[in-house]
């Protein structure tokens, strides 16, 4: 059968990179061809750029810093920050031509796709997704054959973001889906309120895959390992996280590391480029086997973090979903290892063990549920 798959846009997000890596490659498995369709990512409006830069000088003034103008990168420039995710695009996900208008959506013909896949991620959250209808497949015709389903899709928090427009339209249109799963247990909820359709909760793509998979990607590469052991993987990076960072280093008496640019290209511009590039993929992956310990505020930072068996900590990101967190810690059991702020974090939080046993043998299960549903969803 000849699959597309229907995602975020690939860019510098080690979580979206994978998720897709891992969808392809377990449909790959199952004997199917598989395509992502490969949508670029927005780009900014005059508005959104003004109120930036706006932002930016008053935040500069305040802190008597210099001010940085220019905080968005050329081309050229995002070729260089971006390298090494665009050469594991290139040679670990298999993609169509570039999508990058919703009227090049009808170009997807010439595929011949026999099912789309929506999902993971975001990709049911207005949000991230403006054009939140194509996420629904409005660009197929509705006497279109083809198999619609959704896998793992995520609307990334517990509360309804679509306007009574969206909803409607995207009620219609879920109701031509053949199978719809989601990632979070909330979501079950959701699909049946405002959307009039059933759904079952199954894993991130990313946990369909066992440590040995991701190891592979390794093998492939000459990157040293990282110089620590307490891996901080941090998305949003705030001074209440800093402060838990060193609190945590103090207890656990642990030599930090980080997988993530020296800074970003909003905080130094283009005078400083080669610090604002994004290390590898597998540079990240070996980040977990690597490290003792994880703090992070990233979901996915989370999910291998559990993948690989690290004791972790996870710093709630409320502006990213918390719904996501607390869905996934709950289907483990580990809903104590996340904190909202430095007075959640105690020594006996971050001693306390995690029971990796139970924490293997929830996702065992879990995955064969999830692996049922796709083959059961692409059955002729």
């Known amino acids: 059968m000849k699959i597309g798959i229907l995602t975020q846009p690939l860019h510098t997000n080690y979580g979206g990179l994978l998720q897709s890596f891992a969808l392809q490659t377990v449909l790959k ?43 968005w990168p050329t081309s050229k420039e995002k070729k260089v920050i971006n390298k090494y995710m665009n050469n594991f695009i290139k040679e670990n996900i298999r993609t169509t031509l570039k999508i990058d208008s919703v009227v090049k959506l009808s170009l997807l013909k010439k595929y011949q796709f026999d099912a789309y896949i929506v999902g993971s991620d975001q990709v049911w959250r ?5 054009c939140i209808t194509n996420y629904f497949l409005d660009f197929l015709d509705g006497v279109d054959k083809v198999k619609r389903i959704a896998y793992a899709a995520s609307f990334g928090v517990e509360n309804w973001e679509f306007t009574n427009k969206q909803t409607n339209q995207c009620a219609s249109l879920a109701k031509r889906f053949d199978k719809i799963s989601v990632r979070e247990d909330s979501a079950i909820t959701l699909c049946k309120k405002y959307l009039g359709v059933d759904a079952i909760h199954v ?19 000459n990157i040293p390992y990282s110089e620590g052991f307490l891996m901080t993987f941090i998305l949003d990076r705030s001074y209440e996280k800093d402060k838990i960072i060193k609190k945590a280093i103090k207890e656990l008496n642990l030599n930090p590391f980080s997988v993530t640019p020296r800074n970003l290209f909003s905080e130094v511009g283009g005078n400083r480029i080669e ?6 993929v597998n540079e990240w992956i070996k980040g977990f086997i690597k490290a003792d310990y994880v703090i992070t505020d990233s979901f996915h930072g989370t999910v291998f973090s559990i993948i690989f068996n690290k004791p972790f900590i996870s710093i709630g990101n409320s502006n990213r979903g918390m719904t996501r967190f607390t869905s996934l810690l709950k289907m483990f059991g580990l809903e104590e290892r996340i904190i909202q702020s430095i007075d959640d974090l105690t020594l006996e939080k971050l001693q306390k063990p995690i029971n990796f046993e139970y924490v293997n043998k929830t996702l065992k299960e879990n995955q064969k549920r999830s692996f049922m549903f796709l083959i059961n969803s692409l059955k002729n």
Do not use: N, Q
């Not at 610090?275 to 590898?280: A, G, K, Q, T």
């Open 275 to 280: 610090d604002c590039i994004f290390p590898s």
């Open 126 to 130: 207005p949000k991230y997704s403006p």
């Open 203 to 221: 894993l991130d793509p990313t946990m369909l895959l066992a440590k040995e998979d991701y190891m592979k990607l390794i093998e492939k590469s």
């Open 29 to 71: 498995k199952m004997g199917h061809e598989v395509w992502t369709i490969d949508r670029p990512g927005r780009k900014s409006t005059l508005i959104v750029k003004s109120l930036s830069i706006i932002k930016r000088f008053l935040v500069k003034t305040i802190y008597h810093k210099s001010i940085i103008i220019r905080i």
